[in-house]
């Protein structure tokens, strides 16, 4: 139901206006006729006046519902419907005189029924502009409202409402309470029609327009009027309608408003291209703000710089100098000018004492733009300014003016902020640039990182014979050091531990490389020296000719108590002899997988077995742990390694791999950052 | 911080490394051995008693030229190594690919 009443609401209250005002019309018409035969009608005025309120009311709602709805509420568009109220209610009331000039001295003329109808008929159209104007002006004068005004205005609306009911005390004659009312009315338009801040934002042509809108609205206000003075002493209207407190005020409000709109913006004409210069130039700076997106060129920033700069220099010719990638001057941009003139104006600038040298260090006042006279028969003064960026000298704006000294202060003032502006643009988007390369970097790292996490076992093979802990940790994102066990048949388990030269990615490249040699070779269950011989055969193929592995491959089997093993370029062993109670490194020669790549690599590397007992160790590292340094530079080396290990055989591999990786943190401090891999496995016969 | 320079002498040129060779810099010392190559000299020796710490990528610059050296006929020997340096390039197995002295004297017979 609600639904069904809700959306017309324009239509519904343009229906009842039309009503009342039909009603108006017929209620006074019913009056003349009972005037002309003599009757009592018995209409009392009262009823007249309460149509007429309810008119007012109507109309109101109507104009304020389709000035609310309508979403195209610019001000000239405003001030342009108030017009054109105006207009049309003019021009009606001109046919209207028209019409009955033409009538002349007619019955017809002098028939009060027509009379009467034409009177409801201005009285209507006058209402309609005066109530439309109302509500536009309403507007205009809320137009960056603050509370104060808001409330203002609301006290006059209450104002007028209560000027419409007033008819019900005076009638409609203009006695001395009337004018009470009007004075009231009067002085509260004039504090309104202060509130003027649209005018600033009209454009030069849109001023011009304005003016002459409210040139219509005032011509047609001020006919209206007088118009409405002449009915108050007309004697054919039975109930004057017009003589009302809330019209006449009305068009006092709206004369009040428009003539002061009309001479504000009149005085405003000549400053208004200053108030647009203005505008322009803080758009053109909200334009160089704007950070130029990723992938597009930073051209376009000192595009739209020398722009806004001409612009708000009013400046004859300008170019942009910039230096290239080999340090070389070059033109970038120019504007109104052709290259030979530049030429010639770039020469007579050179020659200038206050040109700006190309200076090695940024100083303050380096980058100020400076005014310079040329010597030139068509330009006459230019301003260089120099664009740093990062401190480094990027090139010159240079500005060229016809006439002598035509750079003031608040140009030069306004061309710094934006070359600075500029640079921040430019440097930002080479720094945002950077930092989605960096990005990249950062992703492509963290995956290798997740690669190389899954290259390392996440299980390390034993039985009942031996327990084993391993541990890594990596300098970079990424690391080169491997290990890894094999169970090979029910007793035998084979241990390699390695570590790839160099650093970071390209070492973990070659790790995974010997990560697949591992364990390719692993399935045929090679003795250690033939494991680096084969692996040396394979990795020959694939490293570059300055990378190498070293490694140490272990055999453990635990029926016969013994660890078979190869040493190639990798750190030595240390071995805890439990029943000598002795500490040693396993010595063994063998040379790095990669560094002799012919059949010749075979001599270099050897192969030794030794036996294990109950409580035996064995620590195997990669070359970080001994060479971890302490503040001073101080390697933690392979002494100290034996006396850590040495003083902690008694505890289990987890525990013994723990004292040494805390022992070499302790060691190296945190201050240090680790500038190598760390990577440790230790062996615990049982 | 490594400092590398070149003394030509008669029939020999001595490479004089001090300070650390790691991954960083291991370029420069590349480019050191590439520059003497190019000048055609026969006979390097390779003063080391300066070098306090030499990396893996360090190492493997030596190791890239080996063949290179074979080839051409070159001879290179590395004298005056820190014990600690010198351990480095035991363990990796160079120095049974390069002649390394203690003295430069010992070096300079071990060339004829």
Known sequence: ?686 | MLKIENIDQEDHVILQLSGEIDASNSVDLDAAIQDILEKGTKRILVDGSQLEYISSAGLGVFMSYLEEFQEKDIQIVIFGLLEKVHQVFVILGLDKLITIKSTEQDALEAML
């Not at chain 1, 002795?582 to 063994?588: D, W």
Request: neutral net charge.
């Open chain 1, 1 to 686: 139901m609600f639904k069904l009443f809700s959306p017309n609401i324009g239509k519904v209250t343009f229906l009842i206006a039309i009503l009342a005002w039909l009603a108006l019309v017929f209620v006074d018409i019913t009056r003349i006729f009972g005037l002309m035969n003599q009757i009592e009608s018995g209409v009392a005025p009262e009823v007249s006046y309460i149509l007429q309120v309810a008119f007012f009311i109507m109309v109101y709602l109507f104009y304020n519902y389709s000035i609310t709805k309508n979403e195209r509420n610019e001000f000239l568009n405003l001030i342009w419907r108030g017009a054109s109220t105006g207009l049309l209610a003019l021009a009606i009331s001109l046919l209207i005189r028209g019409f009955y000039g033409l009538l002349g001295d007619s019955r017809l003329a002098n028939d009060p029924l027509m009379r009467n109808f034409f009177y409801h008929v201005n009285f209507a159209l006058t209402s309609l502009f005066l109530i439309s104007c109302t509500l536009l002006w309403k507007r205009l004068i809320l137009y960056q409202k603050t509370k104060k005004v808001v409330q203002q205005w609301q006290a006059f609306e209450i104002l007028l409402s209560i000027s419409m009911f007033f008819v019900f005390f005076n009638q409609n004659t203009l006695d001395y309470s009337f004018l009470f009312g009007l004075v009231f009315i009067f002085v509260f338009s004039i504090s309104l029609s202060i509130n003027l801040k649209w005018i600033p934002y009209l454009t030069f042509k849109e001023k011009w327009k304005s003016i002459l809108f409210f040139s219509i609205i005032l011509v047609s206000a001020s006919y209206l009027f007088l118009q409405v003075l002449s009915y108050s002493d007309a004697d054919q209207i039975p109930v004057n309608l017009t003589d009302n407190l809330l019209l006449i005020g009305l068009f006092v409000f709206i004369f009040i408003y428009s003539l002061f709109s009309f001479l504000v913006t009149l005085f405003n004409l000549p400053t208004s291209s200053v108030f647009e210069q203005k505008l322009t130039e803080a758009i053109n700076f909200q334009r160089l703000s704007q950070s130029i997106k990723p992938g597009e060129n930073e051209n376009q920033v000192l595009d739209i710089l020398i722009d806004s700069s001409m612009s708000a220099s009013y400046a004859d010719a300008g170019w942009l100098e910039t230096f290239n990638e080999e340090g070389q001057l070059g033109v970038l941009q120019y504007r109104f000018i052709d290259k030979s003139i530049l030429k010639q104006i770039q020469n007579v600038l050179l020659q200038s004492t206050s040109y700006p040298q190309a200076p090695t260090q940024k100083r303050e006042e380096d980058s100020k733009s400076i005014p310079i006279k040329i010597n030139h028969p068509v330009y006459k003064s230019a301003l260089v300014t120099p664009l740093y960026i990062n401190q480094k000298l990027l090139g010159r704006l240079i500005l060229a003016k016809e006439v002598k000294d035509g750079f003031n202060k608040e140009m030069v003032n306004i061309i710094s902020t934006f070359v600075g502006q500029a640079c921040i643009s430019v440097e930002n988007y080479r720094l945002l640039n950077e930092a989605i390369k960096n990005e990249r970097y950062k992703e492509e790292l963290e995956i290798a990182q997740r690669v190389q996490e899954s290259l390392l076992p996440e299980k390390l093979h034993h039985d009942e014979c031996f327990e084993i802990s391993g541990f890594s940790a990596a300098a970079d994102e990424v690391g080169g050091d491997y290990y890894e066990t094999k169970q090979l048949d029910e007793h035998t388990f084979a241990l390699i531990i390695g570590d790839v030269s160099g650093k970071g990615t390209s070492a973990a490249f070659n790790m995974s490389q010997m990560k697949g040699v591992f364990h390719s070779l692993v399935q045929t269950h090679p003795n250690p020296k033939d494991f680096m011989v084969l692996a040396n055969n394979a990795l020959s193929e694939c490293l570059e000719k300055n990378h190498f592995i070293t490694t140490s491959y272990y055999l453990i089997n635990t029926v016969r108590k013994s660890v078979t093993y190869s040493r190639a370029g990798h750190c030595p062993t240390l071995f805890h002899n439990h029943q000598k109670q002795e500490t040693e490194y396993l010595s063994i020669d063998g040379m790095g997988l990669g560094i002799l790549r012919n059949q010749l690599y075979k001599n270099y590397v050897h192969e030794k077995t030794f036996h294990f007992k109950e409580g035996d160790v064995m620590v195997v590292i990669t070359d970080g742990i001994v060479e971890a340094k302490d503040d001073h530079g101080v390697e933690f080396g392979y002494e100290r390694l034996r006396k850590v290990a040495h003083q902690n055989v008694h505890l289990s591999s987890q525990e013994i791999q723990d004292k040494i990786i805390k022992e070499v943190y302790k060691f190296i401090g945190k201050n240090t950052i680790a500038d190598d891999d760390y990577s440790l496995l230790v062996v615990k016969f049982k």
